[in-house]
T-cell receptor
Framework: DGGITQSPKYLFRKEGQNVTLSCEQN?????MYWYRQDPGQGLRLIYY???????QKGDIAEGYSVSREKKESFPLTVTSAQKNPTAFYLC?????????????FGSGTRLTVV | QKEVEQNSGPLSVPEGAIASLNCTYS??????FFWYRQYSGKSPELIMS????GDKEDGRFTAQLNKASQYVSLLIRDSQPSDSATYLC???????????FGTGTRLLVSP
């Protein structure tokens, strides 16, 4: 079955540590996105990518980095510069950046600072 | 700042009733609109999309769009306790499809 796989489901980060969240899709979608969700704040866009080897900052990119070396993969690194990383992270994809079919979401990664 | 506004709720309805969820958007260039359902602790799931003024029905769900009023709604008929979730409204202005999400309305359907 096609879909988006995010791993791990739960992640604990120590202060000053970088962590990487995995996002893999086998839907052959061109565009991929990373969102952060905090209670009562809805989804906020971190980074997005329209094609391989290209990505753009979203509304809250500070303290995060991404890469898009393969069409199927769009990992997100939460760096030590991100001072409040505890949140629910969602990866999504769409067929093409200009299509109108909405996003498909992965199951999410819940990151907690310990 | 392009915004999508929703009442956070909770909206409480009895089982079998019609639930009406509303959303307004600020960008007049928005062309595509989506409703996502999100259960607690889970990721959003697309349930409806609408692109033209008027109504679009899919089973118990009806999406309504009024571009002149910049207003989108979702009606859920014969509401079930399993419909209890947060419903997110999203809008896109076409071109590069970067969705803008509302903060969601929490729906509670009581047996």
């Amino acid at each position: 079955d096609g879909g988006i796989t995010q791993s791990p489901k739960y992640l604990f980060r120590k202060e000053g540590q970088n962590v990487t969240l995995s996002c893999e899709q086998n839907l052959n979608h061109d565009a991929m996105y990373w969102y952060r969700q905090d209670p009562g704040q809805g989804l906020r866009l971190i980074y997005y990518s329209q094609i391989v080897n290209d990505f753009q900052k979203g509304d809250i990119a500070e303290g995060y980095s991404v890469s898009r070396e393969k069409k199927e993969s769009f990992p997100l690194t939460v760096t030590s510069a991100q001072k409040n990383p505890t949140a629910f992270y969602l990866c999504a994809s769409s067929i093409h950046p200009s299509d109108n079919y909405g996003y498909t979401f992965g199951s999410g990664t819940r990151l907690t600072v310990v | 700042q392009k915004e999508v506004e929703q009442n956070s709720g909770p909206l409480s309805v009895p089982e079998g009733a019609i639930a009406s969820l509303n959303c307004t958007y600020s960008d007049r260039g928005s062309q595509s609109f989506f409703w996502y359902r999100q259960y607690s602790g889970k990721s959003p799931e697309l349930i409806m999309s609408i692109y033209s003024n008027g109504d679009k029905e899919d089973g118990r769900f009806t999406a309504q769009l009024n571009k002149a009023s910049q207003y989108v709604s979702l009606l859920i008929r014969d509401s079930q306790p399993s419909d209890s979730a947060t419903y997110l409204c999203a809008a896109s202005n076409g071109g590069f499809q970067k969705l803008v999400f509302g903060t969601g309305t929490r729906l509670l359907v009581s047996p």
